[in-house]
């Protein structure tokens, strides 16, 4: 099976710059996406195709990609930015559908 | 607005079945792929199923093989997890989720199942 591995926690303070990682061998050749889950929500698209930020989110989420990690950087994060995480992509073969294991963000 | 609503959920014994439904709105529903992925209760996100546009052609993550079936009826903009022999490690928020270009670009609130004597 194939496996996205990311840091269980990442804190930060106010005004910081918080970065996620995920690594997975198929990521220079597969996109990475990018889900945040406040508690208690279901979860939100953050990030897709490596470094896309969709309408309506705001421009301190961005994301990027260099061999087998890829990154989501937030920069300047607010407190409202505290929720999980999750990194998503697929195998080579594109067989495997698989999340990261999640990384809980705190700011304070 | 692009609305997915799941139902369904609920108590179920061990080896039991249970049919979850998705109903969408606000989208050419026909014209998306569309999954299914579940949160264990404290845990991350997996992958669960997916099914193309037409429904010709459906994955299943391995743990599932051969005990859930997706299904779609496009003319009722509607998905379905049947769910069989469930067991305890099934009990999760199962959300519905659009998948086209983008994996998982909108998904439902998710509905519980628990699996329990």
Not at chain 2, 4 to 23: M, N, T, Y
Not at chain 2, 71 to 93: G, H, I, P
Not at chain 2, 96 to 114: E, H, M, N, Q, S
């Amino acid at each position: 099976s194939y496996e996205l591995t990311q840091p269980p926690s990442v804190s930060v303070s106010p005004g910081q710059t918080a970065r996620i990682t995920c690594s997975g061998d198929a990521l220079p050749k597969k996109y990475a996406y990018w889900y945040q889950q406040k508690s208690g929500q279901a979860p939100v698209l953050v990030i897709y195709e490596d470094t896309k930020r969709p309408s309506g989110i705001p421009e301190r989420f961005s994301g990027s990609s260099s061999g087998t990690m890829a990154t989501l950087t937030i920069s300047g994060a607010q407190v409202e930015d505290e929720a999980d995480y999750y990194c998503y992509s697929t195998d080579s073969s594109s067989s495997h559908r698989v999340f990261g294991g999640g990384t809980k963000l705190t700011v304070v | 607005e692009v609305q997915l609503v799941e139902s369904g959920g609920g108590l179920v014994q061990p080896g039991g079945s249970l049919r979850l439904s998705c109903a969408a709105s606000g989208f050419t529903f026909s014209r998306y792929s569309m999954s299914w992925v579940r949160q264990a209760p404290g845990n991350g996100l997996e992958w669960v199923a997916n099914i193309i546009q037409d429904g010709s052609d459906k994955y299943y993550v391995d743990s599932v093989k051969g005990r859930f079936t997706i299904s779609r009826d496009n003319a009722k903009n509607s998905l379905y997890l049947q769910m069989y022999s469930l067991r305890a490690e099934d009990t999760a928020v199962y959300y519905c989720a659009r998948t086209k270009d983008i994996p998982f670009d909108y998904w439902g609130r998710g509905t519980l199942v628990t699996v329990s004597s």
